[in-house]
């Protein structure tokens, strides 16, 4: 009974239009991913970028492997922020560890989800998919939620 109870939960949150609300907690296995949020175009962009938290609360390492996001870019890829002297530079990376136990959060200035050849600028309030595969736990789809172009600098709903 408790499998067919998880089973429908996240067919309703794979269902478009259905499932979770963007700020809420998706689970997958051992995952806990809470609040994908993106930040608002300025202007006609053609790319951006999205931000969560993952919390591992297994005992066994896993590793964030892929990401996509085609409803509203042409490609989703992991890049992390780096300061070379007194340039920042963005670099892709492979994955992303999430150790047994411990929280990563994607965040501006730091690891994130680059969203590059934009379909359309993401506008505040819009929602869309994003689907993360793990190494170990397999894929689940979240909604992101577009905050406002301030967001992430004290501004927006995930960032009192």
Do not use: C
Request: zero cysteines; hydrophobic letters at 45%; aromatic letters at 4%.
């Amino acid at each position: 009974m408790k499998r067919l109870i998880f089973v429908a939960i996240a067919l309703a949150m794979l269902r478009p239009g259905g499932g979770a609300e963007a700020g809420d907690t998706y689970s997958i296995g051992n995952l806990t991913v809470v609040s994908p949020w993106a930040r608002a175009s300025a202007g006609p962009a053609k790319a951006g970028a999205a931000y969560l938290t993952i919390t591992n609360g297994g005992k066994a390492d896993d590793r964030l492997i892929g990401v996509a996001a085609e409803s509203v870019a042409g490609m989703a890829m992991f890049h992390t922020t780096i300061k070379d002297g007194d340039v920042m530079k963005m670099r892709h990376v492979d994955g992303i560890a999430v150790k047994a136990g411990e929280t990563v959060t994607l965040r501006p200035g730091g690891i994130h989800v680059m969203l590059m050849g934009l379909k359309a600028p993401l506008t505040e309030g819009q929602r869309f998919p994003l689907m993360l595969t793990f190494d170990k736990a397999g894929a689940v789809t979240v909604e992101v939620e577009v905050e406002s172009v301030a967001a992430g600098a004290g501004h927006g709903k995930h960032h009192p």
